[in-house]
């Protein structure tokens, strides 16, 4: 099976600042990965599809970018509800669906 | 809108068997693919299972074959989640989540429904 793995694991920067989120799979998957946005309690948001389509009413500070085995999500400008833990997933079906184990994002 | 619910979650004993179901609305149910996904206390996500939108084709993660069952009912626009020999490890907070057209291929998961937990425990 695929493995997907993000880095790093948690981060805490100041609101304002820009964030990137790294995500690596194990094989090629061309574009065919997913952001999410989980916050604390809540349930998994879809933030970006097809490695760099924003979905909607996805505020346009997030972005994602990559293809093959390397991506990233990029948080512009952090906000204090942005405060989340970062999921990313591949959804190339002869692979099955897998999910990055996560990227705690916090606020200084 | 779309919503999606689900029901059947409690407490368990390692080998029992418990069923969820996930009713949905707000979109064309029959022609999309359904899935499950978990979350372990304090863990990430794992997807468990996906089922076309004619239930003809099903996969599951590993770590569930042979023990849990995914079946769907068009006419009452419900998923369900049959699972068996449940083990302490499969305690999680269980979601369905909208897949993609017909057999959910090259699409991620844009809705999700609020989740429910299974606690296996004896």
């Known amino acids: 099976d695929i493995q997907m793995t993000q880095s790093p694991s948690s981060l805490s920067a100041s609101v304002g600042d820009g964030v990137t989120i790294t995500c690596r799979a194990s094989?090629?998957?061309?574009?065919?990965l997913a952001w999410y946005q989980q916050k604390p309690g809540k349930v998994p948001k879809l933030l970006i599809y097809?490695?760099?389509t924003l979905q909607s009413g996805i505020p346009s500070r997030f972005s994602g970018n990559g293809s093959g085995t390397d991506f990233t999500l990029t948080i512009r400008s952090l906000q204090p509800e942005d405060v989340a833990t970062y999921y990313c997933?591949?959804?190339?079906?002869?692979?099955?669906?897998?999910f990055g184990q996560g990227t705690k994002v916090g606020v200084k | 809108q779309v919503q999606l619910v689900e029901s059947g979650g409690g407490v368990v004993q390692p080998g029992r068997s418990l069923r969820l179901s996930c009713e949905v609305s707000?979109?064309?149910?029959?022609?999309?693919?359904m899935h499950w996904v978990r979350q372990a206390p304090g863990k990430g996500l794992e997807w468990v299972a996906v089922?076309?939108?004619?239930?003809?084709?099903?996969d599951y993660v590993g770590s569930v074959k042979g023990r849990f069952t995914v079946s769907r009912d068009n006419l009452k626009n419900t998923v369900h989640l049959q699972m068996n020999t449940l083990k302490n490890e499969d305690t999680a907070v269980y979601y369905c989540?909208?897949?993609?057209?017909?057999?959910?291929?090259?699409?991620?998961?844009?809705?999700w429904g609020q989740g429910i937990l299974v606690a296996v425990s004896s």
């Open positions: 989540a909208k897949g993609g057209r017909y057999s959910g291929s090259y699409y991620p998961f844009d809705h």
């Open positions: 707000g979109f064309s149910f029959s022609s999309y693919a």
């Open positions: 089922i076309s939108y004619d239930g003809n084709n099903k």
């Open positions: 094989q090629g998957i061309s574009t065919y």
């Open positions: 097809d490695a760099s």
């Open positions: 997933q591949n959804y190339n079906s002869a692979l099955t669906w897998t």
